[in-house]
């Protein structure tokens, strides 16, 4: 029973889930983009080159003489089907080119990381505390920043009060 309870809490975890939706989305997508290359791109590219069918390019390496691809398929006649990997890597290419944008988008959303603190040391018991710090979070001493005169450089001035 708890082998079946394991799984459960497996397959009901957001991660899981989260993963599933995204390749149910992924394979609806490259449907689309599949439907996109082969009836929208294809046809257009094809007519510029001469009223070429792309997957209907192949070599046949039987050494007989087929009008298409689907009659030398049909044959049994060893063929290779280039139009259909032209097809193939125009149809990858549009899917990395999605998801390079996609991954984009999601890298602009992430918040930037905040900057590290600048450190100075305390004066007192000199360790790291941060530059803007009023107070030691180590020693407890006061530190005060005061500008000498004209020149504006800042000198820390310790000021060690007693609790009582």
Same mark, same amino acid.
């Given at each position: ?73 049909? +044959? ?19 899917? +990395? ?24 040391? &305390?004066?007192? &018991? ?9 107070? &030691?979070?180590? &020693? ?25």
């Amino acid at each position: 029973m708890s082998f079946f309870r394991g799984f459960r809490e497996f397959a009901i975890r957001g991660n899981v889930v989260d993963m599933g939706i995204g390749v149910i989305i992924g394979a609806a997508f490259g449907g689309i983009v599949t439907s996109f290359v082969s009836d929208v791109l294809m046809p257009p590219i094809g007519l510029l080159l001469g009223k070429v069918n792309f997957s209907n390019l192949y070599i046949n390496l039987s050494g007989e003489h087929y009008s298409s691809l689907a009659e030398a398929q049909e +044959a049994g006649a060893a063929t290779v089907n280039y139009g259909a990997f032209i097809e193939t890597v125009i149809h990858f290419v549009i899917i +990395a080119f999605a998801a390079y944008l996609i991954i984009i988008q999601m890298n602009k959303l992430r918040r930037v990381p905040m900057e590290s603190t600048k450190q100075k040391s &305390c004066p007192y &018991c000199f360790s790291d505390i941060p530059s803007r710090a009023l107070r &030691c979070p180590n &020693c407890t001493s006061i530190i005060e920043e005061r500008r000498k005169n004209a020149s504006k450089r800042k000198e820390a001035v310790v000021r060690i009060s007693s609790r009582k």
